[in-house]
T-cell receptor, first 112, second 114 residues
Framework: AQSVTQLGSHVSVSEGALVLLRCNYS??????LFWYVQYPNQGLQLLLK??????LVKGINGFEAEFKKSETSFHLTKPSAHMSDAAEYFC??????????FGAGTTVTVRA | EPEVTQTPSHQVTQMGQEVILRCVPI?????FYWYRQILGQKVEFLVS????????KSEIFDDQFSVERPDGSNFTLKIRSTKLEDSAMYFC????????????FGNGTRLTVT
């Protein structure tokens, strides 16, 4: 079975600072990996997706994630945080495109 | 941009009652899904639906649950006899072709069973 572990349930960053959200996965075969964002009172929105085409994946809103097989990691980064990045972020793993196993989520707060 | 819409946004029901959660997927999508998130826990896959039948379901999706596409636009999740532990946020999602097509999630229905 596939699973992901998100390290840190809460991350607080200053506006303009680096955002780093950590995700480690477990899968017996090469997986699909995803990052989703959830803004208050909204659904889950896809930020980016890894499907083995390239190890560095660029997503929306300036986010990117790097797949590191040796570390079984898929950490999400953004060079400069904006107030609008405050949300909950979910890492997910799957062997296909629809049956996702989600992490517990990381809540990001951005300080002015 | 087309959206998946879910109604109601919040549903309160008494234990033992039947509840139907409604979803309108994106109009040209063919694959439909339900996920749920119990407060403080992970988002969990419940069921996938294609061509008017369930294509896959999780162990959570027992006989108390059913899904239906009653017409060309709605996709519903029914819980026959709700339990306290069914209280959760339920997310509907849809995709176009199923392959290499991202999930589009609705905003969720918060179900509270009292």
């Amino acid at each position: 079975a596939q699973s992901v572990t998100q390290l840190g349930s809460h991350v607080s960053v200053s506006e303009g600072a680096l955002v780093l959200l950590r995700c480690n996965y477990s899968s017996s075969v090469p997986p699909y990996l995803f990052w989703y964002v959830q803004y208050p009172n909204q659904g889950l929105q896809l930020l980016l997706k890894y499907t083995s085409a390239a190890t560095l994946v660029k997503g929306i809103n300036g986010f990117e994630a790097e797949f590191k097989k040796s570390e079984t990691s898929f950490h999400l980064t953004k060079p400069s945080a904006h107030m609008s990045d405050a949300a909950e972020y979910f890492c997910a793993v799957s062997l296909n495109d629809y049956k996702l196993s989600f992490g517990a989520g990381t809540t990001v707060t951005v300080r002015a | 941009e087309p959206e998946v819409t879910q109604t109601p946004s919040h549903q309160v029901t008494q234990m033992g009652q039947e509840v139907i959660l409604r979803c309108v997927p994106i109009s040209n999508h063919l694959y439909f899904y339900w996920y749920r998130q119990i407060l403080g826990q992970k988002v969990e896959f419940l069921v996938s639906f294609y061509n008017n039948e369930i294509s896959e379901k999780s162990e959570i999706f027992d006989d108390q649950f059913s899904v239906e596409r009653p017409d060309g636009s709605n996709f519903t999740l029914k819980i026959r006899s709700t339990k306290l532990e069914d209280s959760a946020m339920y997310f509907c999602a849809s995709t176009g072709t199923g392959g290499n097509s991202p999930l589009h999630f609705g905003n969720g229905t918060r179900l509270t069973v009292t």
